[in-house]
């Protein structure tokens, strides 16, 4: 009888062993998510002295993760270039939280809702001969799934695009009587340069163009009318 039962102990003990084999383990706890901008429109308006507006909008997603529920965004001061008042609208609550580093401003916004859609408006005060207006981007990835970042730089009045732009133009509109260039990206730069110059006017490598051309007909001229009172007249003797 003891070995009997000290068998069928045994067999239950195997069985149990394989039952507790083959129950799925528990999966562990998922990470959340973490905060991304799903979508971010950038709007520049340059002005002819140098005045520019500035108005971001950006969607994001996967809030809860935020920590405090505040985007941190970061400004890259640039030369010649002033940051003016930052306003809030959307998604935003309260007023901007601005903190001032040597070269580097940070600047927090704490937003609500899932996803949170939020404005920031400024104004950058460029000095004469600069082109690059600095850009407020938020501290967090743009989501790889499907990125839509598009800028539009709104030339000033009477002007042309001409010289260095950045980003990459994607195409070039006209509204209003503006020159505007639309740019698509998938990352959200920290500054936008779109150079220009008054239209109908020249600029320094197109002045060198047509002076070039200039000095070659003055020379092409000289040198047909030397050339023809050297020849001889028709019908008279040499």
């Known amino acids: 009888m003891d070995t009997r039962r000290g068998g069928f102990e ?10 507790l084999a083959a129950w799925p383990a528990p ?5 959340a998510p973490k905060p991304a901008v799903d979508q971010a429109k950038i709007v520049i308006a340059m002005g002819q002295d140098g005045n520019d507006t500035v108005e971001v909008t950006y969607t994001v ?10 985007v941190e965004h970061v400004l890259v001061r640039r030369p010649g270039a002033e940051l003016g008042e930052i306003q809030v609208a959307g998604a935003a609550t309260g007023a901007p939280t601005v903190e001032r580093r040597a070269g580097i401003s940070t600047v927090k916004v704490a937003v609500s809702g899932e996803p949170a859609t939020y404005t920031l408006r400024y104004g950058v005060r460029r000095a004469a001969g600069t082109f690059a207006v600095p ?8 989501a790889r799934s499907a990125p839509n970042v598009t800028i539009e730089t709104s030339l000033p009045r009477g002007t042309k695009a001409d010289g260095e732009w950045f980003p990459s133009v994607e195409r070039v509109d006209t509204r209003d009587g503006r020159t505007v260039l639309v740019h698509r990206v998938i990352n959200i730069p920290s500054v936008a340069i779109a150079e220009y110059n008054r239209g109908g006017l020249l600029n320094p490598s197109q002045w060198t163009t047509v002076l070039g051309f200039g ?8 040198w047909f009318g030397h050339a023809a009172q050297r020849r001889p007249a028709a019908g008279l003797p040499r």
């Open 215 to 222: 000095f070659l007909i003055v020379v092409l001229v000289w």
């Open 10 to 19: 045994l067999i239950l003990s195997g069985a149990a062993a394989l039952v």
């Open 27 to 31: 999966s562990p706890a998922q990470p």
């Open 135 to 142: 850009i407020l981007a938020p501290r967090i990835p743009v």
């Open 61 to 70: 997603v996967n809030t809860a993760s935020l920590k405090d529920g505040v």
